[in-house]
């Protein structure tokens, strides 16, 4: 009688992690970003819907911070349903989350100042079950928040997006703080490609996928996201060697 073949310890290990995270059982629908060197460091391919991820600026600065914006806008823009965005400040610029696809007759707009009461909406609005994606600003994510927010967004199957935003670059630190966030993104701007006319071209991002869970951390150098909330990748990019070996990549999150 054969002797069965052991399965690796690193498989064991993570089975052992998806049962206690309660995933074992099912299997995420996931959001592709549809260029396959991200999709493919993301579990399933894809962002995973029903699930909390966070997003944050490059810098302090408005530039960074807007470019955040629109990364998590061009997200939810792919979803199908109403988009809920809690906002801390009045300074969302509405036309700018429409150029990347999400139109202000999809999106809800909610006004809270203190961080406990974005948290709060942040948390209704993921139980709510009848929304694409809930989106709001936060500066301050606890572990016991964040799973909070993870525990609704997997109730209900609703995109959660926590933008990270500061008022003091000192606040900033929170973010290294671990959460229960899926993933971890960082957009920073670059300078745009050359034009052989006068103008400006297509703005650049700099991804970096921070943390990814049963995934890899990479950074990905992007086109920003078109009218219909799609990434691509630049031409120099797309057509060299891929962002493997281009990038920097990271250790295993």
């Not at 995933?23 to 060197?37: E, K, Q, W, Y």
């Not at 493919?40 to 955040?68: I, K």
């Not at 996201?225 to 250790?251: F, I, W």
Request: proline letters at 5%.
């Amino acid at each position: 009688m054969s002797t069965p073949l052991s399965r690796p310890p690193l498989e064991t290990l993570r089975d052992q992690i998806r049962r206690l995270e309660g995933s074992a059982t099912r299997r995420r629908a996931v959001l592709p970003f549809g260029i396959r060197d991200i999709d493919r460091r993301l579990p399933g391919g894809g962002l995973a819907l029903g699930a909390l991820h966070e997003m944050a600026g490059g810098g302090n600065d408005a530039l960074n911070s807007a470019a955040a914006g629109q990364f998590a806008a061009g997200i939810a823009a792919r979803t199908k349903g109403k988009v809920l965005w809690v906002v801390s400040r009045q300074d969302l610029f509405a036309p700018a989350l429409k150029q990347v696809g999400l139109g202000g007759s999809r999106v809800i707009y909610v006004e809270a100042g203190a961080d406990q009461d974005v948290l709060a909406c942040f948390e209704e609005g993921l139980r709510h079950g009848g929304l694409g994606a809930v989106v709001a600003e936060v500066a301050r994510l606890s572990m016991t928040a964040s799973r909070r927010l993870q525990l609704a967004a997997e109730t209900s199957g609703a995109l959660g997006i926590a933008v990270r935003r500061w008022r003091r670059q000192t606040e900033a630190a929170d973010f290294g703080q671990p959460t229960a966030s899926v993933t971890r993104w960082r957009i920073s701007v670059l300078p745009s490609e050359t034009l052989p006319v006068p103008g400006v071209g297509r703005a650049r991002w700099l991804l970096e996928l921070i943390r990814a869970r049963a995934g890899e951390s990479a950074d990905f150098e992007v086109e920003a996201c078109d009218g219909k909330g799609r990434l691509s990748l630049p031409a120099a990019v797309a057509d060299g060697p891929d962002q493997e070996k281009a990038g920097r990549r990271r250790t295993r999150a």
